[in-house]
Nanobody, 128 residues
Framework: QVQLVEFGGGLVQPGGSLRLSCGASGSTLAYYTVGWFRKAPGTEREGISCISSTSGSTYTADSVKGRFAISRDNAENTVYLQMNSLKPEDTAVYYC?????????????????????WGQGTQVTVSS
């Protein structure tokens, strides 16, 4: 059993930055493909950025490309999402999830393939 916990959400003004962290207990994140997802009220959950177990492959959704970047520190058992140039439409609950390592970053982000565990989410609000 893997417990995932997201940190770093909050209220930020448009144009600002936040860094989300996804930590794990019960297992090491290094074994998994990991992704960040978000869900705003009235919308479907969206896979925004995913990273392979070795950091060799990443996927980033067009909606955040050039503004958000995913990274991982397997020694710290943490995956990060650096969010820059935030916009009001980025307001959502952000979740991290892990999938079996055979899941490609595209399949995890676009189809939630082989998803095994989810965090409880952290709220990000972009507002002036």
């Amino acid at each position: 059993q893997v417990q995932l916990v997201e940190f770093g959400g909050g209220l930020v003004q448009p144009g600002g930055s936040l860094r989300l962290s996804c930590g794990a207990s019960g297992s090491t994140l290094a074994y998994y493909t990991v992704g960040w997802f978000r869900k705003a009220p009235g919308t479907e959950r969206e896979g925004i950025s995913c990273i392979s177990s070795t950091s060799g492959s990443t996927y980033t959704a067009d909606s955040v490309k050039g503004r958000f970047a995913i990274s991982r520190d397997n020694a710290e058992n943490t995956v990060y999402l650096q969010m820059n140039s935030l916009k009001p439409e980025d307001t959502a609950v952000y979740y991290c999830a892990v999938a079996r390592p055979i899941a490609t970053v595209q399949n995890l982000c676009l189809k939630e393939t082989l998803t095994a565990y989810w965090g409880q989410g952290t709220q990000v609000t972009v507002s002036s």
